[in-house]
C-alpha cells in the first residue's frame, strides 16, 4: 500500500520553496511543463491507450470513455493550457484595501498561497495537468488523487511534468501522484488533516459525496451537472434550437452539458416536433411529461427520477411548466447548483431568472457550456464549484489563494 503520510511529508517539505518562489520561475517551470507533455505525447498516448482498452472492457459509457480520451490534440490542448496559465497575472502578493485606522495603524490583505492541496477525480486525465498548472502558478503543492480508470495516462503525464521542474532545478514533489486507487488509501488521504490544507473533488455525486462524509481535511465541493435550459414563451425558436443542441450534444460526458428541458406550456405544441427533428441528427432520446408526449408523441414517458438525473448520455428530459415562477421552482428544486438557462426576449424574465435562481452560473441566451475557466478568461480551472464558499463557479487561480492581513505600525499599542 501507499504511504500517504510520506507523501504528505514530502508535499509539506515543499512548500516553502514553491510559496516564496519567484514569478519568473514559476513561469519557467510551467513552459517546460508544456514542452514535456507535448514532446513525451506518443508516450502519454500509449498509456491512455490501456486505460481506454480496461475502460471498454468494463462496460464504460462513451460519455465516460470520451472524457478518458486522450489524442495529440487533446494532449496540445493540455499544454496550451499551461501556458495560457504561464500568461495569467500573478495572484500572489496582491495587497487589497489597505485602509488606515484611527490610531494610525495601516491594515490591508495580501493574497496568499493556500499551501497543499488534495485533488480527488475520475477520469479526466486532463484535469492532471490543469490543477497541477493552476495549483503551481498559485504557489500551491499538489497532491493528485485520480481513478483507476485514469492510472496509466495519470501516471505518465505526472513524469512528464515532474521531469520538467527537476529539469529547472524545481523540487519534483511540488507534485505528487498517488498510485494506489484503492478505496482505504482514498479515505486515508482525505484524512491526511497535518499535511494537507484543502480537498477539492472533481467526478461523479457519488465521489464528492464520498468525500463530504468522510474528510476530516476543509472541502470545496465541485459539483454535478444537471443543467435545465429553460424556453420561455418569447423564445427565438431558432436561437433555442441551437442552444439546446449545443448544450446537449457537443459533448455528453461534461458537467456544464444541458441535461433537463422546461418548456412553457404555450410553445409546447409548435417547439417539440422542431426539437425532436433537431436532436434526431445525433439520435437523442426526449423524455417527457404528458404535455411534451401530446405534442410529440415519439417521446419517451420521463419519471420523477428523469427530473434530477445527470445523464452524460445522449438522453434529455422535457418538462412542461404554467409560467416562469413555476419553471423557477423546478429548477432549483431539481438542479445541482451548477450552470442554468432561459431562452427568452423578456427582459423582465431574464432578470427574474438571473435573480432567482440558485446556481454558481446563470444565462440568458446562452448555452451552459461556457462554464469553464477558460471560456470565463481564468486560464485552466481546478473545478467548478457548486457551494457558497469563498469559491464558486469555474475556480481560477484567485480561488486557489488566501490572504493573510498585513498590518503597518510605528509602534502604537492596546
Not at 482514498?186 to 497535518?194: Q, R, T, Y
Not at 445541482?336 to 454558481?360: G, W
Not at 464558499?389 to 492596546?414: C, D, F, V, W
Amino acid at each position: 500500500m501507499t504511504d500517504i503520510f510520506e507523501i504528505g511529508k514530502r508535499a509539506k517539505a515543499a512548500v516553502p520553496q514553491l510559496s516564496n518562489m519567484s514569478l519568473v520561475k514559476r513561469n519557467e517551470g510551467l513552459e517546460m511543463a508544456a514542452k514535456m507533455l507535448v514532446e513525451h505525447a506518443d508516450e502519454i498516448l500509449n498509456a491512455n491507450a490501456v486505460d481506454i482498452e480496461n475502460g471498454r472492457k468494463n462496460g464504460m459509457k462513451e460519455g465516460i470513455i470520451d472524457r478518458l480520451l486522450l489524442t495529440k490534440d487533446r494532449i496540445q490542448a493540455m499544454a496550451d493550457g499551461l501556458l495560457k496559465v504561464k500568461g495569467l497575472d500573478d495572484p500572489i502578493g496582491d495587497v487589497e484595501s489597505m485602509k488606515q485606522r484611527p490610531n494610525g495603524l495601516l491594515i490591508g490583505k495580501k493574497r496568499v498561497p493556500i499551501g497543499v492541496i488534495g485533488i480527488i477525480y475520475e477520469a479526466r486525465p486532463n484535469v492532471t495537468a490543469d490543477a497541477f498548472g493552476l495549483c503551481f502558478k498559485s504557489g500551491n503543492v499538489v497532491i493528485l488523487k485520480g481513478g483507476s480508470d485514469a492510472i496509466h495516462s495519470n501516471i505518465a503525464i505526472v513524469k512528464c511534468i515532474r521531469e520538467a521542474l527537476g529539469s529547472v532545478g524545481v523540487d519534483e514533489d511540488v507534485i505528487q501522484l498517488i498510485e494506489d486507487t484503492s478505496r482505504d488509501t482514498a479515505v486515508e488521504f482525505m484524512k491526511l488533516n497535518d499535511y494537507v490544507d484543502l480537498l477539492i473533488p472533481r467526478g461523479s455525486a457519488g465521489l464528492i459525496s464520498t468525500v463530504v462524509k468522510n474528510a476530516t481535511i476543509p472541502v470545496i465541493e465541485t459539483g454535478t451537472g444537471n443543467c435545465h435550459i429553460f424556453v420561455d414563451e418569447s423564445a427565438d425558436f431558432d436561437m433555442a434550437l441551437d442552444i439546446i443542441f449545443n448544450a446537449k450534444t457537443q459533448r455528453i460526458g461534461v458537467c456544464n452539458a444541458c441535461e433537463s428541458l422546461v418548456l412553457h406550456e404555450s410553445i409546447v405544441d409548435k417547439f417539440m416536433p422542431l426539437l425532436k427533428e433537431r436532436l434526431a441528427v445525433k439520435n437523442v432520446e426526449i423524455r417527457g411529461d404528458e404535455r411534451v408526449r401530446q405534442a410529440e408523441p415519439s417521446v419517451l414517458a420521463a419519471t420523477e427520477e428523469d427530473w434530477g438525473t445527470e445523464y452524460l448520455d445522449y438522453i434529455i428530459s422535457a418538462k412542461t411548466v404554467k409560467n416562469i415562477e413555476e419553471a423557477i421552482r423546478h429548477i432549483n428544486k431539481y438542479n445541482t447548483k451548477h450552470s442554468e438557462a432561459i431562452i427568452t426576449k423578456d427582459y423582465d424574465n431574464a432578470q427574474k431568472f438571473l435573480n432567482e435562481i440558485d446556481a454558481a452560473a446563470v444565462y440568458v441566451n446562452a448555452s451552459t457550456r461556457f462554464t469553464d475557466g477558460e471560456e470565463f478568461g481564468f486560464g485552466a480551472e481546478i473545478g467548478i464549484s457548486t457551494q457558497k464558499m469563498h469559491a464558486r463557479g469555474p475556480m481560477g487561480l484567485e480561488a486557489l489563494t488566501s490572504i493573510k492581513y498585513i498590518i503597518y505600525g510605528n509602534g502604537q499599542i492596546r
